[in-house]
């Protein structure tokens, strides 16, 4: 029994010592909330300081402006941990007076930056990418009722996703952005970026996507409005060639002109084997003109490329126009694979010397249009309707009537079930 009486002794002994073991232990750092006063130089040193999962609280409607940066190419420090800067309606900006060239945030893996109530301006990333923000493989940035504006790079003019990156934009802004490639947004192939309840507007590119250039995975949904985008290349609001869904949203008044190579696409251009997917989402009012070496093609959406394929399920295609000599596909202009069910397309034009396929062109690529309708667009030679230059054209009850100067008569090839 002494025995036994021992052992439940050094037993509980050995317990104690366990329980001080656990109580010595440090205590892990809690997340803190820090305000921010309305000085640069005090916003650097609380990114700094921050430990992860910390929050920084700006000054109300403060304005944090940087005439040089903290690094070679950011205001701000990197962004290495997670973090939540509530801005208050505070803007983070590069002094538009300074001669300094820095964007505004970068973001490394695994660093987590959510800006909640804040507006980023006046990054410069000339030669770069991210003119405001850029998001590194492994990064992720939260935007929440948010503006990003007036960035310039060669990428990316306002927000640049790396492969890797991953992007959340809700009831947030991204305007006024400049760059060669994606005014707006560049989402390198294998980034995630959602956008919901948000607005892409007022975007320049030279080549490429005014709105967004998009190769990763992207997700457009709930009253997004991609809007008065231009470029002076292929893809007004959007330029496409990785997965792309677009859901109860509209794309209009963007505008793109053809070039040599590549072609069109005033509101949509996807191309190689990219994949958009819309849903009852408008795409209208876009614009697409023709350049010295290329008729204007597809107004509203220019899908080019024999594995490029779109699916659209509801929604509409109208007021869109192709413009100057052989334009073609004023609402769409097909090279790929084309699938449309309750798809209202109308109101399109083609106009100049030559100009056919008001609603839709298809060359060489395959469309089929379930339950839609293709009335009411207008072309300068016939067919107003739909222009069948090659491939196959599929109506499954489907309506073709009211265009002008025909619905399908003038065609290269037959559009079965088209009655002019």
């Not at 001669?99 to 490394?108: G, H, K, P, S």
């Not at 202009?333 to 298809?362: D, M, P, V, W």
């Amino acid at each position: 029994m002494a025995a036994v009486r021992g052992a439940c002794l050094r037993g509980a002994i050995a317990v104690a010592g366990m329980v001080v073991s656990v109580v010595a232990m440090p205590a892990t750092a809690q997340a803190a909330t820090t305000n921010v006063p309305c000085d640069p130089t005090a916003l650097k040193n609380a990114i700094t300081s921050a430990n992860s999962g910390d929050t920084l609280v700006l000054a109300h409607n403060c304005v944090y402006s940087y005439t040089t940066p903290d690094n070679a190419n950011n205001a701000l420090p990197v962004i290495t941990k997670k973090l939540t800067i509530n801005g208050r309606d505070a803007t983070i900006q590069r002094d538009p007076k300074t001669a300094a060239l820095f964007r505004i945030f970068e973001i490394d893996g695994p660093g987590n930056l959510a800006l909640n109530d804040l507006t980023v301006r006046n990054g410069s990333a000339p030669g770069t990418a991210g003119g405001n923000i850029l998001v590194n493989p492994g990064g992720t940035l939260s935007l929440t009722r948010s503006v990003v504006t007036n960035g310039t790079a060669t990428d990316g003019g306002n927000i640049f996703a790396n492969a890797g990156g991953t992007i959340d934009l809700t009831r947030s802004v991204v305007r006024n952005g400049t760059a060669f490639d994606g005014g707006g947004f560049f989402i390198l192939a294998s980034a995630t970026v959602r956008i919901r309840h948000s607005a892409i507007g007022d975007n320049t590119s030279a080549a490429f996507g005014a709105g967004i250039s998009n190769r990763g995975d992207l997700t457009i949904a709930d009253g997004t409005t991609i809007s008065n985008n231009a470029t002076g290349g292929v893809g007004g609001g959007l330029a496409n060639s990785g997965p792309a869904t677009i859901d109860d949203s509209e794309i209009f008044s963007n505008s793109a002109a053809s070039t040599g190579g590549f072609r069109g696409g005033g509101g949509i251009f996807n191309l190689n084997a990219g994949k958009v997917n819309l849903h009852h989402t408008r795409v209208q009012h876009n614009t697409v003109t023709a350049t010295a070496n290329a008729p204007g093609v597809g107004g509203g959406i220019s899908n080019q490329g024999v594995a490029a394929t779109v699916t659209i399920d509801g929604g509409k295609i109208g007021h869109n126009s192709a413009e100057g000599t052989n334009a073609q596909g004023g609402g769409v202009y097909n090279e790929g694979t084309l699938s449309t069910k309750r798809l209202e397309i109308e109101h399109n034009t083609s106009t100049g010397t030559g100009a056919q396929g008001g609603g839709l062109t298809n060359n060489g690529g395959t469309a089929t249009l379930t339950s839609s309708q293709v009335e009411h667009n207008t072309s300068s030679a016939p067919p107003g309707g739909i222009n069948n230059k090659s491939g196959t054209v599929a109506l499954n009850d489907s309506k073709v009537k009211h265009n002008k100067p025909t619905n399908c008569a003038g065609s290269a090839v037959p559009v079965p079930g088209c009655v002019n």
